[in-house]
C-alpha cells in the first residue's frame, strides 16, 4: 500500500512537479496546497512544519535570488524542521528541473537537444530561458501559448503554466533530471528517507 504525504507549493507548474515525483517515489498525495508564490507559502509554513509532527509532509520552493545558496535560505525559513518534513528548495527556480530533462524536452517542444542548457542550475532565470528557447526554436502554436505577448506586461505566454504542468506531470522523467540537478538529487533522496 502507497504511503500518503501532503504537500505544499507556489503554483500550479511546481504542483504538477511534486505530483510527478511523488508518484515515482511511491507516495500517494493526501491533499496539496497550491498558494500563490513564495510569499504565500513562507507564511504558511510553520504550521506545516507543525503538522509534520504527526504526518508527512513534502514542501517546494523556489530559491530565486533570495539568498546566496539554498542551505542559507533553508535555514532562515525553517531552522527547525519536524521530523516529517521534507521541506526542499529548487536551484533556482522548477524550471531548472524541468530543464534537466533534455531528451524529454527535445521531443516535446519540438526543439534540438543541443538548444537546451546542459546545467540548468547554473542559469541565472531558467524560466526566461525557456521562454527564449521556444521563441528563438519552437513551432508557431508552441511560441503562441508559451512565449509573452510582445507589448504585453505578463511575463509569461497565456499557456505557460498548463504547458509546463502538462510536460512535468505527463513527459518528465525526475530521475533523468536529476543527474544534472544536485538540487534534485538531493530533493528525491530526502523523499525516500521520511518513510
Known sequence: MRPFITAAVEGYPDEAVVRRICDMAGFGIAVIHRKRGKDQLDKNLLGYNNAARFAPWFVLRDLDHDAVCAPELYDKLLPSPAPKMHFR???????????????????????????????????????????RIVSRFGSYDMREEIVPIPGGTAKEGPAYASRIADFAQN???????????????RCLSSLQSIR
Open 89 to 131: 528548495i529548487v536551484v533556482r527556480e522548477v524550471e531548472a528541473w524541468i530543464l534537466g530533462d533534455r531528451t524529454k524536452c527535445a521531443q516535446y517542444f519540438r526543439i534540438s537537444k543541443s538548444k537546451f542548457p546542459l546545467n540548468p542550475e547554473n542559469l541565472e532565470d531558467p524560466k526566461a530561458e525557456l521562454i
Open 171 to 185: 513527459h518528465w522523467s525526475p530521475l533523468d533530471a536529476s543527474r544534472v540537478c544536485d538540487s534534485l538529487q
